[in-house]
T-cell receptor
Framework: EPEVTQTPSHQVTQMGQEVILRCVPI?????FYWYRQILGQKVEFLVS????????KSEIFDDQFSVERPDGSNFTLKIRSTKLEDSAMYFC???????????FGSGTRLTVV | GIQVEQSPPDLILQEGANSTLRCNFS?????LQWFHQNPWGQLINLFY???GTKQNGRLSATTVATERYSLLYISSSQTTDSGVYFC????????????FGTGTLLAVQP
């Protein structure tokens, strides 16, 4: 079964540093997403991406965050200057469209110290 | 916005028992999925089920969209079923973001 691949699985970074989280969505999927889950809390939507542009973003997704699809396979989430409260599990997901299910990656656990 | 509430919030079972998890949503939805988050944090897709009934092994799910709820049935539970179960919905026509429910934490004891 096709998978969404995320790297790295764990990352520890100093406060104020930039991090880039990487994802390889399923190849025939058109919609790409980032979600995050702070420990013990719900999974929260960050951003959706379609046709090489952001189609929707949440209030969490402020100017510190950006997404990019630099080539035909990768989808990245950049946090410019990390804060302690950015510590969370970050999930990438992809789907074929509105009437299809999402497939999530295994997540990147980000710890900001 | 739409509210997605799950019950019960916590559940402890003995291995071999059956259980029913419920997901209520406050408005019409276009998509509903059930996920299992295992102890390692991975989100495993169980069912894409905007309506009707599906079965996969010991698991089955039913969504009654007109009454705004979905049920996940786990039969003959195993310790590997432990984790958090989330339902998630897509609400409205102009968005395709999944909104997650509050989750049910399941612990299956040997």
């Amino acid at each position: 079964e096709p998978e969404v691949t995320q790297t790295p699985s764990h990352q520890v970074t100093q406060m104020g540093q930039e991090v880039i989280l990487r994802c390889v969505p399923i190849s025939n999927h058109l919609y790409f997403y980032w979600y995050r889950q702070i420990l013990g809390q719900k999974v929260e939507f960050l951003v959706s991406f379609y046709n090489n542009e952001i189609s929707e973003k949440s209030e969490i997704f402020d100017d510190q965050f950006s997404v990019e699809r630099p080539d035909g396979s990768n989808f990245t989430l950049k946090i410019r200057s990390t804060k302690l409260e950015d510590s969370a599990m970050y999930f990438c997901a992809s789907s074929r469209g509105f009437n299809y299910g999402y497939t999530f990656g295994s997540g990147t656990r980000l710890t900001v110290v | 916005g739409i509210q997605v509430e799950q019950s019960p919030p916590d559940l402890i079972l003995q291995e071999g028992a059956n259980s029913t998890l419920r997901c209520n949503f406050s408005d019409s939805v276009n998509n509903l999925q059930w996920f299992h988050q295992n102890p390692w944090g991975q989100l495993i897709n169980l069912f894409y089920i905007p309506s009707g009934t599906k079965q996969n092994g010991r698991l089955s799910a039913t969504t009654v969209a007109t009454e705004r709820y979905s049920l996940l049935y786990i039969s003959s539970s195993q310790t590997t079923d432990s984790g958090v179960y989330f339902c998630a919905v897509i609400w409205g026509g102009a968005t395709n973001k999944l909104i997650f429910g509050t989750g049910t934490l399941l612990a299956v004891q040997p």
